[in-house]
């Protein structure tokens, strides 16, 4: 197979190049070295904007290439219809979005169909299961705000890194129950079948971290969930919870008037239940990101690291933010005073240091969940 | 050439029984290195045990269910006018009921029982609140319920042929050589019955063991009987996919209900030699 790198015109232009490679001897000296050394990185292997002369250069390349494929990107989830149109009307660079309505592993999946095709998605949005088991897939790019990227939010050489998420949090019907200021509450008799939780945790991902923040909140640790199948087992026998999995749908006609639900997409629901609140206790944040990562046969690197410069830009995080997602740089841009205010005041309120579940901590709450679940709600 | 007949029969039997089973047991006994006992070993885990414990009990309690309230409906409708009004809504109905599952059925139950349905509220604003103690439709309670829904109409649909087989004339002789009631049911009719009665039950009861849409419209939580189990083996989504012993489980389903399908053969040779 050729090389897909091979087979595009190369992005610097004979009389832009002697003022690229002063650029980027300049950053060069001043920044980080990158692995080349070379002055005429191509875009496909570049890991970082400088690698390939600036913004300014990564802009133009990108435009040359006139072109990028975005995959499985819900016009209205996470705000991205108008991320999608603002790139556009940045840069003038067309986007091709395919499969809006796919999954991570569809994204995957047509990373290794389409490979060497002018057709293959240029740049992924994908849960992390699906992340850390495909970064061979990945090229290594670092966006220039990198740096307010926490470490446990980023894979360290940039194959992945997380972009827009929540956090595990329990959404109510105040007009049908009372406030809830803890999860003890939810055991009291005041809840009788009205807990539920989004999907069966042996399954769903959400419904896992639904009952890794009970067990958070309970005692446990993200290495023990048992803490948390115990307060579901609790809610059970004090006939609290509901064995329905929750949806637009049920929250709605009232059969789930409490969720263990991500806050984004609890949220969500006030548009439908106006009396709808969302709690996320203080004792047990529990964070849950998707990921952004480049293909490393791109057929459009440099648009796909501009896309990427863009999402992570102000911007491009406050687009999120509107969506009701909570961007990654969020905490930085609030101490820098750039946040969308009227954006952020929509989310829930958090108040402390949110955990996240690494891999193999999420493959030991499944194998507990795997034994025990049934058992504690059966 | 008098077996070209019967080609699509077989053929039909090859690719939606014989097919299917051959690939739950493939599936059962080769893993990714070849030929394996280790998804058959993975199947002795308490909470897989308890799904088919769970699935076993649903299924006696609502074969029993249905099998005493079907009997005695059919008896109603055998013993009254043959070409009556009575008993032409009853079979209509109950072919249409029999058939009645999955998906609408579960919707109809929560219409109307569920926490928000509208006869559970009517009856709470009226002071009845029959989930005081848990919500009891979500579960196993809950099936054996909804289940009678589809077992007893099929009762009544298997069991009144052998019913219309049973004369008048008989009764008439036994309370002529003295027989009272008790003796008629004791020595003529239950006898006669028995073997329909036991091939019946054991139909509904292979009927619901092998349920999953209903169940699965009904119950998102827990996989509490072993359709459902199999079903989360095979669509989990984090990372409790285990292809192999889903084929296992089917495996153990398949075995369960050809040994209920053998005993029922036996008892309906029985049954046909009576009434021959």
């Known amino acids: 197979m050729v090389d897909a790198r091979l087979r595009r015109p190369d992005f610097l232009t004979r009389r832009s190049l002697g003022l690229l490679a002063g650029t980027v001897m300049l950053l060069a000296a001043c920044g980080p070295t990158n692995n080349s050394g070379s002055s005429t990185t191509s875009a496909a292997s570049a890991q970082s904007a400088a690698d390939v002369g600036g913004m300014s250069a990564l802009e133009s390349a990108a435009k040359k290439e006139g072109k990028l494929n975005v995959i499985a990107l819900p016009p209205d989830w996470a705000n991205y219809g108008a991320i999608i149109s603002g790139f556009t009307a940045k840069y003038g660079i067309p986007i091709d979005s395919a499969n809006p309505n796919g999954s991570s592993q569809d994204e995957v999946n047509a990373v290794a169909q389409l490979a060497g095709t002018s057709r293959a998605p240029d740049v992924l949005d994908i849960g992390m299961a699906v992340a850390l088991a495909n970064t061979d897939k990945f090229a290594a790019y670092k966006v220039s705000t990198w740096n307010d990227i926490l470490d446990s939010q980023k894979e360290p050489t940039g194959l992945w890194y997380q972009d827009y998420g929540g956090y595990m949090s329990i959404g109510y019907d105040s007009s049908k129950v009372p406030a809830i200021t803890s999860l003890q509450d939810l055991l009291g008799s005041g809840f009788k079948g009205r807990v539920a939780l989004n999907g069966d945790p042996t399954k769903a991902n959400a419904a896992l971290n639904g009952v890794m923040m009970a067990s958070l909140a309970n005692g446990g640790s993200l290495d023990d969930i048992s803490k948390g199948v115990d307060f579901f ?95 990654v740089r969020m905490a930085a841009m609030q101490k820098s005073g750039k946040i969308d205010s009227g954006a952020a005041a929509k989310l829930p309120p958090v108040n402390g240091t949110p955990v996240f579940l690494s891999a193999d901590q999420a493959t030991k709450a499944k194998d507990y969940l795997a034994s025990h679940w049934a058992q504690a709600i059966g | ?242 292809p192999g012993i889903a084929s296992a489980e089917a495996l153990v389903m398949v075995v369960l209900v050809a040994v209920v399908m053998v005993v029922y053969t036996v008892l309906q040779r029985r049954t046909a030699r009576w009434l021959r």
């Open chain 2, 1 to 242: 050439m008098d077996w070209l007949g019967t080609i699509p029969f077989f053929g039909y039997v090859a690719l939606f029984l014989l097919l299917p089973t051959l690939i739950v047991v493939i599936g059962a006994f080769f893993g990714p290195d070849g030929l394996t006992l280790s998804n058959l070993a993975g199947l002795n885990k308490s909470f897989i045990v308890s799904a088919f414990f769970n699935s076993l009990l649903l299924s006696a309690v609502s074969a029993l269910i249905g099998a005493v309230g079907g009997a005695i409906l059919a008896y109603a409708v055998a013993t009254g006018n043959r070409n009556g009004a009575f008993r032409r809504l009853v079979l209509s109905a109950c072919g249409v009921l029999a058939q009645f599952g999955g998906v609408t059925l579960a919707f109809a139950f929560i219409a109307a029982i569920g926490p928000v349905g509208f006869v559970y509220v009517w009856l709470q604003q009226h002071g009845v609140d029959f989930y005081a103690g848990g919500i009891w439709l979500y579960q196993l309670k809950g099936l054996m319920l909804v289940y009678a829904y589809f077992q007893i109409p099929l009762m009544v649909l298997v069991f009144l042929p052998a019913l219309d087989g049973i004369r008048p004339q008989w009764r008439e002789a036994t309370e002529s050589l003295g027989g009272r009631t008790w003796h008629y049911w004791r020595y003529v009719a239950g006898p006669l019955l028995a073997p329909a009665f036991i091939g019946a039950l054991l139909l509904l009861f292979a009927n619901a063991f092998s349920a999953y849409a209903t169940a699965a419209a009904l119950i998102n939580q827990g996989s509490i009987i072993a359709s459902l189990q199999i079903a989360n083996d095979l669509t989990s989504e984090v990372g409790l996919h285990q």
């Open chain 1, 233 to 327: 087992h609790q809610l059970k026998q004090n006939g609290n919870f509901v064995p329905v999995q929750a949806t637009t749908a049920t929250v709605k006609n009232g059969t789930t008037p409490v969720v263990f639900d991500w806050d984004y997409l609890s949220a969500a629901h006030g548009t439908d239940v106006p009396s709808w609140k969302v709690f996320v206790p203080s004792s047990a944040i529990l964070g849950g990101y998707y990921a952004q990562a480049i293909n490393k046969k791109a057929p459009h690197p440099a648009a796909a690291r501009l896309w990427e410069e863009y999402l992570y830009s102000d911007e491009g995080q406050n687009l999120w933010l509107k969506g009701l997602a909570r961007p």
